[in-house]
């Protein structure tokens, strides 16, 4: 079992800055990636950004590519959304998910998700 916790959510400004971090405890060894989805309100959950855990390669979605960056520190086994330039259509809650297995990072198939943090962009 892998227990994630996210934190870092809150309201912002459109062009402000948030960083969100999703602490992940457990079985944490098996860690092969760790990924960000969000789903806004009456959307489906989407992904935006994630990162294997051993060689720290970074994927992300068109919509944050150049805005967000994704990174992980493994001491601390936590993995951070750094959120820049953030508009009013990135308002979502936001979902820290990790995978024990090699998967298609950008697809939902990982195996824990977190419980969720609220980012509201104001215009």
């Known amino acids: 079992q892998v227990q994630l916790v996210e934190s870092g959510g809150g309201l912002v400004q459109a062009g402000g800055s948030l960083r969100l971090s999703c602490a992940a405890s457990g079985r944490t060894f098996s860690t092969s990636a760790m990924g960000w989805f969000r789903q806004a309100p009456g959307k489906e959950r989407e992904f935006a950004a994630a990162?294997?855990?051993?060689?720290?390669?970074?994927y992300y979605a068109d919509s944050v590519k150049g805005r967000f960056t994704i990174s992980r520190d493994k001491t601390k086994n936590t993995v951070y959304l750094q959120m820049n330039s953030l508009k009013p259509e990135d308002t979502a809650v936001y979902y820290c998910a990790a995978a024990l297995k090699s998967i298609r990072v950008i697809s939902p198939d990982y195996d824990y998700w977190g419980q969720g943090t609220q980012v509201t962009v104001s215009s």
């Open positions: 990162i294997t855990w051993s060689g720290g390669m970074s």
